[in-house]
């Protein structure tokens, strides 16, 4: 499924509708380059889980928890991740293994200690828009998705 997405707040809205048919434990991957709005997407879809403050990149810690009303998120940004292995050292496992939504910007700096994601979503700059790609995994998450945001 592929959007084109004129601004900030139309990708902060779908964001928020693809948070409502997120099972919730699932592992989400925001490739594309900086600049492109993961972050921005991420925000829309804990907006929709309850959370109200900001939502800033964890550049330097790597992963941000957000205990939101019934649902855990977990923010990882591995963009400044030096060696994929460093990732057992924060106990990558542990998190993923937890009840909660684990959405990962730089998925590919962790390649190796992460496993497939259920649901991949590219971002890219298309002129003056941005390009928003989903590929998932499950077929049924798939069809939700389909039914939803078509
Ligand atoms: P990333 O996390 O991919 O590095 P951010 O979400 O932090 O990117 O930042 C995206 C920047 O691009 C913001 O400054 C935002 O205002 C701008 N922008 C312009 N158009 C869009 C769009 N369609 N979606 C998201 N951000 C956009
Ligand atoms: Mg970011």
């Known amino acids: 499924m592929k959007f084109l997405i004129s601004d900030e707040r139309a990708t902060e809205k779908l964001g928020r509708e693809i948070a409502a048919l997120l099972p919730k434990k699932c592992l989400i991957f925001l ?3 900086l600049g ?7 925000r ?3 907006r929709a889980a309850g959370h109200q403050g900001s939502t800033k990149s964890p550049t330097y810690t790597l992963v941000e928890p957000y205990q939101l009303e019934d649902c ?3 923010h990882f940004d591995l963009y400044r991740l030096g060696d994929p292995e460093e990732l057992e050292y924060i106990g990558i496992r542990d998190y993923l293994d937890e009840q909660a939504v684990c959405l990962v910007e730089w ?3 962790g ?3 992460i496993p497939q994601a259920d649901l991949t979503i590219e971002l890219d700059y298309e002129g003056e828009s941005r390009s ?3 590929d998932v995994k499950s077929s049924e998450l798939a069809l939700k998705l389909a039914e939803k945001l078509t």
């Open 36 to 42: 492109a709005g993961k972050t921005t997407l991420v």
């Open 107 to 109: 998925p590919e700096k």
């Open 44 to 46: 829309g879809i804990l």
């Open 31 to 33: 490739n594309g380059p």
């Open 72 to 74: 855990l998120f977990y």
């Open 111 to 113: 390649l190796g200690f």
């Open 132 to 134: 928003i790609t989903l």
